[in-house]
Structure formats: C-alpha cells, structure tokens
C-alpha cells in the first residue's frame, strides 16, 4: 500500500522554491499546486471579498 503525502514547501523570495519545484516535477513526476496562481486567480475573479476566495482555495486542504 502506497502512503500518498502532502509536502509542503515554503521560503522567502528568490530562495529556490520554483527551482525544487520544478526538480521534483521532473524528476519524480509530482503535481505541484502552486498556492500563489491559485490565490491570484481566486482574488482576481472575487476583489470584494478576498478572504472568501482565498478560502475557497485553501478549503480543500483544510486549512
């Protein structure tokens, strides 16, 4: 039985996280959920109430 995981990966700017998430996709064939293009959307399609967006994002996490 394979144990599915959820890795999470954060750092500040210009600290490699795009790079490892590309090695990881590449090399290990991974989905990446990239949080800043899913809020970006979420926040562009909604600016009224951003924090219901960025909710709507994240819900499924269970954050």
């Not at 144990?3 to 790079?19: D, E, M, N, P």
């Not at 989905?31 to 600016?47: E, G, M, S, T």
Request: glycine residues 6%.
């Amino acid at each position: 039985m394979t144990t599915q995981r959820i890795i999470g990966l954060t750092g500040g700017i210009a600290t490699g996280k795009s790079t490892v998430t590309t090695y990881l996709t590449q090399r290990y064939q991974l989905p990446i959920f990239d949080a800043d293009v899913h809020v970006r959307k979420a926040i562009a399609k909604n600016h009224q109430n951003e924090k219901q967006s960025a909710y709507r994002v994240f819900s499924w996490m269970n954050c």
